[in-house]
C-alpha cells in the first residue's frame, strides 16, 4: 500500500475533494422517482429496446424514435441489466458521464496550472447545481459533455505537450466518437472549430497536422461509423430524420422545433447555470483576458466556440451549453488559486456576493423543508437536513473576509442545498409527481391482456414500472372505449380531463385507484374497479 495511508492528515487534501464530487453526485441518486416526460421517456426507450431486442434503432411504445443516436440508450440498458429496472440504474450513465467530464477536466487542469488548481476545478464543477443536477438526470446532453470535454481535455495537453515527448492523440478521437454516437455531429464541429481557432491563436497552423487528422478520422469513423451504418441499412429514414430534422432542421430553420430563443440566451442563460460559481466569473474572465497563456487560451477558445456556435442555433435549451462548463469554471479554478488565495483583504464585492448566496441557500433550503413537510407529513423528522445550510450561512458572515473561507462556504452552501433537494425532499416530490405507485398497480393488479391507455398526460413512468405498452390517446372516444365497455382496462389521465371524457361524475362500474398530488388519476375498470368500491384519493 502507498506509504501515505488514506486516513492520515497528509492524504486528506487529496482525497476530500473527490469525496465531495462523489458525494455529489451519488448521494441519494434513485430516491427521487423517474421524472416525466423526458427522464422516464429515455428510460421507457431503452427498457423496450432490453425488451425487444432492437439495439439498432430505438422505439417507444413500439414506434421508431428518431430523435437519438442509440449509443445512451445502450449504457441505460447496462445499469437496467445490472442493478434492475430503477431509477438509480437509468441515472447511471449521466451520472459516470458527469464524473467522467470532471476527472478529464482536472487531468487537463493539472497539467496546464497544477495539482492545487486542478482539486480546486474537481470541487467547483461538483457544485455547480445545475451541472450536477444534469448529471443526475436521464438525458444525453452529459453524455455529450462527457465526450468533448475529454476531447478538448486531451487537445490541451497536447497543446502543452513538447514534440520530443508528443503524447498520442487517439484518446482525443475516441472521446469525439463518443460524442458523435451520444448526439451526432455537432460533437465533431465543435472539436474541429476549437482547434482550428487555437491553431489561429497561437499562430501555429502545423498544429492541425500534428493532431493526426487523417488517422483521426479513420477512428471516429470505425467507432461511430458501424452504428450509422447499421441504422441506415435497418431504417434509412432514421437517420435521414435524426441528421437532417434533428440536427440540421434545429440548428438553421427558423421555428421547425420548439424552444426558439434570441441569440443572446445563453448570455443571460450562464451566470444563472453557472451559479453558485458565477459570482467569481467576471475577475476570473478579467485574469484570463490580462494573463493569456496556452491553457487559458485554449479555455477561452473552447467556451467561445461552445457558446458562439449555439448561440447561432434556432433551437436553445441551457443544457447545449454544458460543453462550455468545465472551460469557464477552469478560469475559476485559475482564479481562485493564483489569485484571490494569494491577496489580503478579500475583495468586498466577492465578500458581499459569497454572504448573499449563503443566506440565499439558507433560505431555499428552510423553505423547501418546510415544502416537504406539507406534502409528506411523515418526513418532518427530515427537516434537519435544513441545518447545515443555516449554519454555513451564520459561518460565511464571520469568516467570508479570508478566502479560504469564502471558497469554503460557496462549496458548502451549494453542498447543503444538494443535502436538501436529494435527501429531504425526494418523498414530497415523490406524492406530487412520481407515477410509480400508479405502475405497480398496473403491474400487479392489472391483468396482462387489459388495455392500458393515457390521455393528455406522459405515461412514460408508468409504462417503465409496470414494464407494460401504454397506448397514448388523441380523442377521449378511443381513451375510453374499453372502460365505457366494462372490460378489464385502466386509464392514465388527469382529474380535469375527466368531464371532457365523460367520466365526471365518475360510472359507478369504474373507480380511482391512484391520484397524485398534481392532479394525476388512475381510472380503472372490470375485475380491478371491483376490488376497489371506495374510491382512494
Request: charged share 15%; glycine share 6%.
Amino acid at each position: 500500500m502507498d506509504e501515505q495511508q488514506v486516513g492520515s492528515p497528509a492524504a486528506w487534501p487529496a482525497a476530500l475533494p473527490w469525496l465531495v464530487v462523489l458525494f455529489a453526485l451519488f448521494a441519494w441518486l434513485g430516491r427521487v422517482d423517474l421524472l416525466t416526460p423526458d427522464e422516464a421517456r429515455h428510460a421507457e426507450i431503452a427498457r423496450e429496446m432490453l425488451a425487444g431486442g432492437h439495439w439498432l434503432t430505438p422505439r417507444i411504445y413500439g414506434e421508431p424514435y428518431y430523435d437519438k443516436p442509440a449509443l445512451f440508450y445502450w449504457l441505460i440498458d447496462g445499469g437496467l441489466a445490472l442493478f434492475r429496472p430503477s431509477a438509480w440504474a437509468a441515472r447511471l450513465p449521466s451520472t459516470l458521464a458527469a464524473l467522467l467530464s470532471i476527472v478529464a477536466t482536472s487531468f487537463w487542469v493539472g497539467r496546464a496550472w497544477g495539482r492545487r488548481t486542478a482539486q480546486i476545478v474537481a470541487v467547483v464543477l461538483a457544485t455547480t447545481l445545475f451541472f450536477v443536477a444534469v448529471g443526475r438526470y436521464v438525458v444525453v446532453d452529459m453524455l455529450l459533455t462527457a465526450g468533448l470535454t475529454g476531447a478538448l481535455s486531451w487537445m490541451g495537453v497536447l497543446l502543452l505537450d513538447q514534440p520530443a515527448r508528443r503524447l498520442p492523440t487517439w484518446p482525443m478521437y475516441v472521446f469525439m466518437a463518443l460524442g458523435f454516437l451520444a448526439k451526432g455531429p455537432v460533437a465533431v464541429v465543435i472539436v474541429v472549430a476549437v482547434a482550428v481557432v487555437m491553431a489561429i491563436v497561437e499562430k501555429r497552423p502545423a498544429l492541425l497536422l500534428e493532431l493526426r487528422p487523417f488517422s483521426g478520422v479513420l477512428i471516429v469513423t470505425a467507432l461511430a461509423g458501424p452504428w450509422y451504418l447499421g441504422a441506415y441499412l435497418s431504417d434509412p429514414a432514421y437517420i435521414n430524420t435524426f441528421l437532417w430534422h434533428h440536427n440540421f432542421a434545429r440548428f438553421a430553420v427558423p421555428g421547425a422545433l420548439e424552444h426558439q430563443q434570441p441569440w443572446y440566451f445563453y448570455l443571460l442563460a450562464l451566470p444563472v447555470c453557472l451559479l453558485p460559481w458565477s459570482i467569481f466569473l467576471a475577475p476570473a474572465l478579467r485574469l484570463a483576458w490580462r494573463s493569456p497563456n496556452t491553457g487559458v487560451r485554449h479555455a477561452l477558445a473552447w467556451a467561445t466556440v461552445v457558446v458562439g456556435f449555439f448561440s447561432f442555433s434556432q433551437t436553445k435549451l441551457p443544457t447545449y451549453v454544458l460543453s462550455a462548463f468545465p472551460a469557464l469554471l477552469a478560469l475559476v479554478a485559475v482564479y481562485i488559486d493564483e489569485t484571490l488565495t494569494r491577496r489580503s483583504p478579500v475583495p468586498r464585492a466577492l465578500e458581499a456576493a459569497t454572504i448573499a448566496w449563503t443566506i440565499l441557500a439558507a433560505t431555499i433550503a428552510v423553505g423547501g423543508v418546510v415544502w416537504v413537510v406539507l406534502e409528506a407529513p411523515y418526513t418532518w423528522t427530515r427537516t434537519v437536513l435544513a441545518l447545515p445550510a443555516v449554519a454555513v450561512a451564520v459561518w460565511s458572515y464571520r469568516h467570508s473576509h479570508r478566502a479560504e473561507s469564502l471558497v469554503a462556504a460557496v462549496a458548502a452552501a451549494a453542498l447543503s442545498l444538494i443535502i436538501v433537494v436529494y435527501g429531504s425532499a425526494a418523498d414530497a416530490v415523490n406524492s406530487h409527481k412520481s407515477q410509480r405507485r400508479a405502475a405497480q398497480i398496473v403491474k400487479v393488479e392489472l391483468p396482462a391482456y387489459a388495455a392500458l391507455a393515457s390521455y393528455r398526460v406522459a405515461p412514460h413512468a408508468m409504462a417503465f414500472y409496470s414494464a407494460r405498452m401504454v397506448r397514448r390517446c388523441a380523442d377521449p372516444e378511443s381513451a375510453t372505449a374499453e372502460l365505457i365497455a366494462g372490460a378489464d382496462a385502466a386509464l392514465l389521465t388527469r382529474r380535469k380531463f375527466l368531464p371532457e371524457l365523460g367520466l365526471e361524475p365518475l360510472p359507478r362500474w369504474l373507480a380511482l385507484a391512484w391520484s397524485s398530488g398534481d392532479g394525476q388519476v388512475l381510472v380503472v375498470g372490470g375485475t380491478l374497479a371491483a376490488n376497489r368500491p371506495v374510491v382512494q384519493e
